[in-house]
């Protein structure tokens, strides 16, 4: 049976964050409209994933206990770091609602994550003299923040200059350290790169932050949605040797 795709995004109050991400499931439904593809939320916006989960058809009776057959189930995190939400949140919410579902790695960094950044700097009017800070979130998890650091390197290479990663929130530095880092340089403009899937209160942050100009969240991107069905396929590998194996 092909596995119902699951994506799981953190959740916002900003209307057009949810107009960006329910796109962006849209885009994601078009590259291959066999498959059926649920969008969910872990928390703030509807559907919760925990509901989504639920609500996925199948039910079968294990001994003596009704329990929800996945059909099966492949959860995409729409997260571009690993990270408290990808180590807690996702395995607990799974281990209540759904444990035989199958959770993909986090979307980042990654080859066509750094595209999809350079597509959206060109559109903003990048020049090739600009300096480029990569402004992500931010975490409290080490792993999270070299995640974003890793980012920052691959769209170095891709641009050709060097890009340094900044944190709206909770990372070193912050948008403001990384901002009077750059302006003492060649460069007679600063950029940043907003790695962010959606519109919201930490795009709001990089707006303002003071750069020349702020690219646009990656939101619908195909090479996003590529790279959701890229993380699905692996994870569902597993899934399909685990089949064979049982």
Known sequence: MTPTLVLAAHGTRAEAGERTLSDLAGVVRAARRRHRVELSYLEISRPLLADVLSATPGRAVLGSAACAVPGPVVVVPLLLTGGYHVRVD??????????????????????????????????????????????????????????????????????????????????????????????????????????????????????????????????ADPDVAALVWRRFDETAAALAGRAVSA
Do not use: K, M, N
């Open 90 to 219: 996702l395995p607990s919410v799974i281990a209540e609602h759904r444990p035989d579902a199958l959770v993909a790695p986090p979307l980042g960094p990654h080859r066509l994550l750094t595209t999809a950044l350079a597509r959206r700097l060109a559109h903003a009017g990048l020049r090739s003299a600009d300096a480029v800070v990569l402004g992500a979130a931010g975490s409290s998890d080490p792993a999270a923040l070299a995640d974003v650091r890793a980012a920052a390197h691959q769209l170095a290479v891709r641009l050709s200059r060097p890009v340094t990663a900044a944190f709206a929130s909770g990372g070193a530095p912050s948008l403001d350290e990384a901002l009077e880092r750059v302006r003492p340089g060649p460069a007679t403009r600063v950029a940043i790169a907003s790695y962010l899937l959606a519109p919201g209160f930490f795009h709001d942050r990089l707006v303002v932050a003071g750069a020349d100009l702020v690219s646009e969240p990656l939101g």
